[in-house]
């Protein structure tokens, strides 16, 4: 008997704003590589997002392995991206003193 193997696609996505998510769900490549950073399995990850497949899991954990140093510059984009994003939502924050908002 022969058995053939058939490449499979890696089930990553980029959205409009260049976000990565998994498979066909809203869930991010960020979020699925920080739990499995923190030591949790394939299979708690999707205990706690049971939108995603186990297989898609597995892929994109695989796909971090061989792309470590892509991806984690990647996130380190994100996480730039998201202290910028940050910092510029409470410099416009409103001051609330005796109830009443008042602008810095």
């Known amino acids: 008997m022969v058995m053939t193997l058939e490449a499979q696609s890696v089930p990553l ?3 409009e704003d260049g976000v990565i998510r998994v498979g066909d769900t809203r869930v991010r490549l960020d979020t699925v590589i920080y ?4 030591g949790y399995t394939a299979e708690e990850i999707v205990s706690q997002y049971p939108v995603l497949h186990l297989a898609d899991v597995y892929a994109s954990i695989a796909y971090y392995l061989n792309h470590r140093e892509t991806i984690n510059e ?6 730039e ?3 910028t994003i940050r910092a510029e939502i409470e410099q416009n924050r ?7 908002n008042y602008w810095p």
Not at 35 to 38: P, Q, S, T, V
Not at 74 to 79: G, H, N, V
């Open 35 to 38: 739990a499995f950073n923190e």
């Open 13 to 15: 996505n980029i959205d």
């Open 74 to 79: 990647y996130l380190r984009q994100r996480a």
């Open 81 to 83: 991206a998201a202290t």
């Open 94 to 100: 409103p001051i609330r003193i005796f109830g009443r």
